[in-house]
C-alpha cells in the first residue's frame, strides 16, 4: 500500500481545494469535516503524506497527537459537550475512505446519536461558523 498524493486531503494541503481551518502549525492542519457525523466534526492531519496509521513515522505522530489533544479540548469547550470521540481508520476494511492519515474529533453529549460515516454534506455557512468557534475556543 502506497501514499498518494493526489488524495483529497493532499490537496488541501497544497491549498487546490478549501477548507474550513480550525487549527494549523508548522507540522499539523486541523479542519471541519464536510460530512460531520456531529456537530463540531472535525479532521486532525499531517503535513507529511502517510497513507494511515500503519506506515506513519513516529516523529510524524508525536505532533499530530498533540494537534489532537488541543483540537479536542478547543472543541469540547466550544460544543459545551460531555466528551469527546477520537477515530481514525486504516484501510478499506476498516472503513478508511481517504487515504491521507487523519483522526477525527468528534464532540458528544450524554446519549447523543452519531449520523452516519461519510453521509450527508453540511451546510458551508454552517461549517464556516464551526470552525470560527473551535477557533476561539483554543
Ligand atoms: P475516513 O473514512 O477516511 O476515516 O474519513 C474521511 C472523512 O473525510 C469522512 O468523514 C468524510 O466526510 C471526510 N471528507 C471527505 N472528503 C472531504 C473533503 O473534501 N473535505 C473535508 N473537509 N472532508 C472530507
Do not use: W
Amino acid at each position: 500500500m502506497t501514499y498518494d498524493p493526489n488524495n483529497i486531503f493532499a490537496k488541501i494541503l497544497r491549498g487546490e481545494i478549501p477548507c474550513h481551518k480550525t487549527y494549523e502549525d508548522e507540522h499539523t492542519l486541523a479542519f471541519m469535516d464536510v460530512m460531520p457525523q456531529v456537530e463540531g466534526h472535525c479532521l486532525v492531519i499531517p503535513k507529511v503524506g502517510s497513507r494511515n496509521l500503519l506506515d506513519a513515522e513516529l516523529s510524524t505522530l508525536t505532533p499530530l497527537m498533540a494537534t489532537v489533544q488541543k483540537v479536542a479540548r478547543a472543541a469540547k469547550t466550544a460544543f459545551k459537550a460531555d466528551g469527546v470521540q477520537i477515530r481514525q481508520y486504516n484501510e478499506p476494511a476498516a472503513g478508511q475512505t481517504v487515504f491521507h492519515l487523519h483522526f477525527h474529533i468528534m464532540p458528544m453529549n450524554e446519549g447523543q446519536a452519531i449520523r452516519p460515516h461519510a453521509g450527508k454534506m453540511a451546510d458551508q455557512g454552517l461549517l464556516a461558523k464551526q470552525a470560527e468557534m473551535i477557533r476561539n475556543a483554543l
